[in-house]
């Protein structure tokens, strides 16, 4: 604060806050993104904390709070609560816009490293773990591999929509349990249908993650 008020002493001290976080956020989420670029991480040190169906991942890198995100914040925060002052707004309104624009920073961050880690997830998928597993018609299956349908089915752990076709001779319905059978190229699968077995009973519904002390160990799927 020293620092400021000896180089700008015209700065309230609500102003010297407002840019020190600023300042401070924006150099922590730089030298963050420059360590991710040549391979190291600050995520270890970060709080875990997911919300519900998003993986809190390595080191909490997709969790609500992180680094990035509380930098994100404070970064935000700080920029939009000095522009505000400096445009003569009181230091009540400014605070309030502050905290609106550091919210809305936290959870673009957010939302934008959860979906690069489903990403990176998405690149790990090998569906030919899929063969031999049950699934359900999620789009309805053309006969003798006329066109594309697509089915749910578990795939490494995750309940999946994919792309599939049948040798079967009759449409494959809606809802209808089938069985993969092969791997027909990298994103297509082929299935066939089981008889007198609904899809209700055969494919799994959802998947609830067992969590102890915050860290996701294993999934336990229910029928």
Known sequence: MDFFQQYFPNWSTAMITFVG????????????????????????????????GIDGGEGGATGILSIRTIGAFFAGFGWSGAAMLDLDFGLGASTLVALLVGAVFMYLVFYLMSYLHSLRQEGTLDYANAVGNVGSVYLPVPPTRKGLGQ???????????????????????????????????????????????????????????????????GCLTTM
């Open 151 to 217: 089915v749910e089915v578990m795939v490494q752990g995750r309940l999946k929509i994919v792309q599939a076709v049948t040798d079967h001779d009759s449409k494959i319905d809606n809802r209808t349990a089938v069985r993969v059978t092969e791997m027909v190229d990298q994103q297509t699968l082929l299935v066939e249908p089981l008889e007198k077995e609904s899809a209700n009973e055969t494919i799994p519904r959802r998947s609830s993650c067992i969590s102890p002390g915050g860290k996701i160990t």
């Open 21 to 52: 976080l600023g300042t401070i956020s924006s150099v922590v989420l730089t030298l963050q993104m420059i360590l991710s670029m040549i391979g190291g991480d600050m995520d270890g040190a970060d709080v875990d904390v997911g919300l519900d």
